[in-house]
């Protein structure tokens, strides 16, 4: 699976969009890029995923580059409770012969400010 | 629903005792995965069940290390003559095996090792 990259850390306020960038130039026409995020003492939770076109679910909004080599994670209006480590995956399809498994690396700490 | 469900929450072993950790995945969940989280880090894959098949165990450090699911839904990870660079959390996820690959995770049991 192709490697990701993001900043350690960031703040945003709350109530105001928080914006997580992820890069990955090095990301394969087949796979997809997925975000999970891990609040403090729970297991992962996922958030959203795509391959080339925008997606919004009731979570996020996940940008994708024209050229994939990088998304954004948009929180439209960030929480308290959305204060957690944001990790961005990417991976084959499982259509394609990709592995099922997640493969985390850091990961971003966001923290929302009151 | 019910979430996936990890038990004990907490473990503490002294070295050298054998331990055996289980996982209560969501009904119905085909796929199984097992995850090893150090202080601080990603988690990281350690095995994964289609059913009752060990399909890719991979990320298991040794062979002291051993998974089993053998009636396609419950599975326990046991790790023998435990050591202290076995302190971690242990995060169990299930998965329905959809396209999606939506894995949804336990609260982990932390495993500390004395």
């Known amino acids: 699976d192709a490697k990701t990259t993001q900043p350690p850390s960031m703040d945003c306020a709350e109530g105001r969009a928080a914006n997580l960038p992820c890069n990955h130039s090095?990301?394969?026409?087949?796979?997809?890029v997925y975000w999970y995020r891990q609040i403090h003492s729970q297991g992962p939770q996922y958030i959203i995923h795509g391959l080339k076109n925008n997606e919004t679910n009731e979570m996020a909004s996940l940008i994708i580059t024209e050229d994939r080599k990088s998304s954004t994670l948009i929180l439209p209006h960030a929480t308290l409770r959305d204060t957690a480590v944001y990790y961005c995956i990417v991976r084959v399809a499982r259509a394609q012969g990709g592995s099922e498994k997640l493969v985390f690396g850091k990961g971003m700490k966001l923290t929302v400010n009151p | 629903g019910a979430g996936v469900s990890q038990s004990p929450r907490y473990k503490v072993a002294k070295r050298g005792q054998d331990v055996a950790l289980r996982c209560d995945p969501i009904s119905g969940h085909v796929s199984l995965f097992w995850y090893q989280q150090a202080l601080g880090q990603g988690p990281e894959f350690l095995t994964y069940?289609?059913?009752?098949?060990?399909?890719?165990k991979s990320g298991l450090p040794s062979d002291r290390f051993f998974a089993e699911r053998p009636e396609g839904s419950v599975s326990t990870l046991k790790i023998q003559r435990t050591q202290q660079e076995d302190s971690a959390v242990y995060l169990c996820a299930s998965s329905p095996g959809t396209e999606k690959n939506e894995q949804y995770f336990g609260p982990g049991t932390r495993l500390t090792v004395t």
């Open positions: 090095t990301i394969s026409g087949n796979e997809y």
């Open positions: 069940f289609q059913n009752e098949a060990q399909l890719d």
